[in-house]
C-alpha cells in the first residue's frame, strides 16, 4: 500500500488492521504478502536533537560523511551559500535510521507479523549502498543529490497470521 501507513494518514495500526484480512492465509498462498510504504516515518520519528545533530557537531558520524562526498574546495561566502544548502540537503542521505517505531512489537490481534526478512523489496532500498571512497560511491551520492527517492524510503513486509 502507499503511504498511507505513515501516521500522518491512517498509520501503521490502521493499515494492517484493514488490509490484513486481504491476504489468503500462509497454508492457502506462502508468497501472499502486504507491502507498507513509510515515507515520512524518518521525519515523524526524529527528534530536534536529531535533527541538528550534523550542524551543532561537526564532529558527528554524518557530518564527517557528507564532507567526504562534498568536500570543501572554496572559502563559504556566508549563510546562503550553496555549499551550505548542499549540505543541509544531503544531511537526510547520510543519517542513519535507527528502527525508532519498533512496528515488530505490534500486537498479533493484527491477524499479521512483519516479515524478520523481506522477499520482494528490501526495507531501504534507496539508502546510500557505497561509502564515498569506493568505487562508484560518489556517483550514487550525486545521482540521489539530483532528485527522486529521498533515502528515506521504508519498506515492510507482512505475512497474515489468523483466520
Not at 30 to 46: K, Y
Amino acid at each position: 500500500v502507499s503511504n498511507i501507513s505513515d501516521s500522518g494518514y491512517l498509520g501503521i495500526h490502521h493499515t494492517v488492521a484493514l488490509m490484513a484480512p486481504l491476504l489468503r492465509h500462509p497454508s492457502v498462498n506462502p508468497h501472499a504478502t502486504l507491502i507498507t510504504l513509510f515515507m515520512n516515518m524518518v521525519d515523524e520519528q526524529s527528534t530536534d536533537e536529531d535533527r541538528i545533530e550534523g550542524i551543532k557537531n561537526p564532529r558527528s558520524k554524518s557530518a564527517k560523511r557528507i564532507i567526504k562526498y562534498l568536500p570543501l574546495e572554496r572559502p563559504i561566502s556566508g549563510v546562503n551559500d550553496p555549499f551550505i544548502i548542499m549540505v543541509a540537503y544531503a544531511r537526510g542521505y547520510v543519517r542513519e535510521f535507527a528502527d525508532k517505531a519498533q512496528l515488530s512489537l505490534l500486537p498479533s490481534l493484527l491477524e499479521a507479523t512483519m516479515k524478520e526478512k523481506p522477499t520482494i523489496i528490501e526495507k531501504w532500498p534507496y539508502r546510500l549502498k557505497l561509502e564515498p571512497e569506493q568505487k562508484g560511491g560518489k556517483e550514487e551520492f550525486d545521482q540521489l543529490m539530483r532528485g527522486g527517492p529521498s533515502g528515506r524510503e521504508l519498506y515492510l513486509e507482512w505475512t497474515r497470521t489468523h483466520g
